[in-house]
């Protein structure tokens, strides 16, 4: 895990005194005062489909918004809402589809900034696996990646899965990261594919390890796939902190609408320019392809796609038991109310 980015005194308060009371049906007088510091976990921050949030910080909007933002890393975005829920900081920048999950748990969270509307993700194949897994109808027997178990990479596998006839019970998930940790199963056999995405497939090709099986960094493979556009990354917070502290999560939103039209203006050359040299680990050109390939996925405003949750609540009870009967109210899942006061 990444060391955190900075760490001010005052996030460090914030952190230990702020309570998220939406998850625990408690009262909002526990919440601390808005004094404009925030602690946000990302579900990888060298992953390109999370780059916004590093991005953001790099090109200084946060600071120019007047908010103090501390960037913390998980290596899944399961464990990054472990971290929301517990209280230990006041924003993920991970997958829509954890606020429905959670919401039938009783706890209340909502995307504010939309950063993408496909998955960004990938289903890769080992090279010597690729003859028995041609597509997701070969899944049942085979043991595929996934970044965490109950990760959104675990939830999409399985819908894959199903939506191709092979229960989840049919085949096994391994959680095996990103990165070099994915990559290690992926060479060792200890996974016969799996789901990850920028820059390990642009890793996985380039090294002959890998193919391509299904690619959902578009907007197009993610209709092909899923059947509409899967909003994914986006910048979710619990739904008591967001209505107390107004303020501060329109400056973030301020910011990262700022960063998204940014993106939308500049080359994946220019874009991999502003980011930490070490997360190139492929190389400079390798890490620029890899943003060029998914860079389709991000949106240009952080407005929330119109029949997204649509699709990410199909998807989810597709396969997962906790909402195949649940009744979900996607208006609670996220507003739209910060990004469109965003010039």
């Known amino acids: 895990m990444r060391t955190p980015l900075k760490l001010s005194a005052a996030a460090v308060t914030l952190a230990l005194t702020a309570t998220l009371t939406a998850c625990g049906g408690g009262s909002t007088s526990a919440v601390p005062e808005d004094d404009g510091s925030v602690k946000i976990m990302v579900g990888g921050l060298d992953k390109v489909i999370y780059l916004p949030a590093r991005l953001t910080q790099q090109l200084g909007y946060f600071e120019a918004e007047g908010v103090d933002v501390t960037l913390l890393t998980e290596p899944a975005g399961v464990q990054a809402t472990t971290s929301l829920?517990?209280?230990?900081?006041?924003?993920?920048?991970?997958?829509y589809d954890h606020t429905l999950d959670l919401q039938v748990k009783g706890k209340h969270v909502e995307s504010v900034v939309q950063l993408a509307h496909a998955p960004g993700e990938v289903e890769v194949v080992a090279n010597k696996a690729a003859d028995d897994l041609t597509s997701p109808k070969d899944f049942k027997g085979k043991k595929l990646g996934v970044t965490g178990l109950g990760s959104s990479t675990d939830f999409l596998t399985k819908y894959l899965g199903v939506k191709h006839g092979v229960q989840?019970?049919?085949?096994?998930?391994?959680?095996?990261?990103?990165?070099?940790?994915?990559?290690?199963a992926l060479?060792?056999?200890?996974i016969q594919g799996g789901m990850t995405t920028d820059p390990t497939v642009a890793q996985v090709v380039k090294k002959n390890l890998g193919k391509v099986l299904v690619d959902m960094r578009t907007p197009e493979g993610s209709k092909q796939a899923l059947g509409g556009p899967y909003p994914s990354s986006s910048l979710y917070m619990n739904t008591d902190w967001v209505n107390s502290h107004k303020g501060t999560v329109q400056k973030l939103a301020n910011a990262f609408v700022k960063t998204l039209k940014w993106m939308s203006t500049h080359t994946p050359e220019q874009i991999a320019a502003k980011m930490p040299s070490d997360y190139a680990e492929g190389g400079k050109e390798l890490y620029a392809q890899s943003i060029k390939d998914t860079l389709p996925m991000f949106t240009k405003d952080g407005v929330m796609p119109t029949d997204g949750p649509a699709t990410v609540e199909r998807v989810l009870k597709s396969f997962n038991p906790n909402l195949k009967n649940a009744?979900?109210?996607?208006?609670?899942?996220?507003?739209?109310e910060f990004v469109k006061k965003s010039g």
């Open 85 to 95: 829920v517990s209280g230990d900081v006041q924003g993920v920048v991970g997958f």
């Open 168 to 184: 989840p019970q049919e085949f096994t998930p391994v959680a095996v990261g990103a990165g070099q940790t994915f990559i290690s």
């Open 187 to 190: 060479q060792q056999g200890s």
């Open 327 to 336: 009744t979900v109210d996607l208006n609670k899942t996220y507003t739209t």
